[in-house]
């Protein structure tokens, strides 16, 4: 068990790191474990423009490749509004700041009372 948690830990540092190297905005990393059986991390990132979302997308599904050697499920990628990555263990959205703000995925995922606006 302590095993798959290693792997699952290094897949998300090295996701936010490759996140962090091609300028993403607003990185939010959620845990999911004991939420979901879908994935144990979830990481929702901003890009400036449809073309940033997808290159990104790009790079860390690459990189993920190379470095973990399996190939993840990615939607959405050519049109660059909204990029789902699904490595497994991981599951990343990259939005235009617009499309994120409709869909605010993290309201329905974090715990109530722990946004940071909460007055």
């Known amino acids: 068990m302590a095993h798959s948690q290693s792997i699952s830990d290094k897949l998300l540092e ?3 790191s490759s996140l962090s190297d091609d300028k993403a905005e607003d990185v939010v990393q ?3 474990q004991g939420k979901s059986s879908v994935a144990d991390h979830m990481v929702i990132a901003s890009g400036r423009s449809t073309r940033q979302v997808s290159a990104m997308a790009e790079k860390l ?3 993920i490749k190379q470095e973990f050697g399996f190939t993840s499920k990615v939607e959405g990628k050519d049109a660059g509004d909204w ?3 699904d490595t497994g263990d991981v599951v990343v ?4 700041p ?3 703000e409709f869909y605010q995925l993290e ?3 974090q ?7 909460a007055n």
């Open 98 to 100: 617009e499309v994120r």
């Open 30 to 32: 959620i845990n999911l």
């Open 14 to 16: 090295r996701i936010l």
């Open 83 to 85: 990029v789902l990555i």
């Open 93 to 96: 959205h990259i939005f235009r």
């Open 107 to 109: 309201k329905m995922w």
């Open 61 to 63: 599904t690459d990189r």
């Open 111 to 117: 715990p109530a009372g722990s946004s940071a606006s």
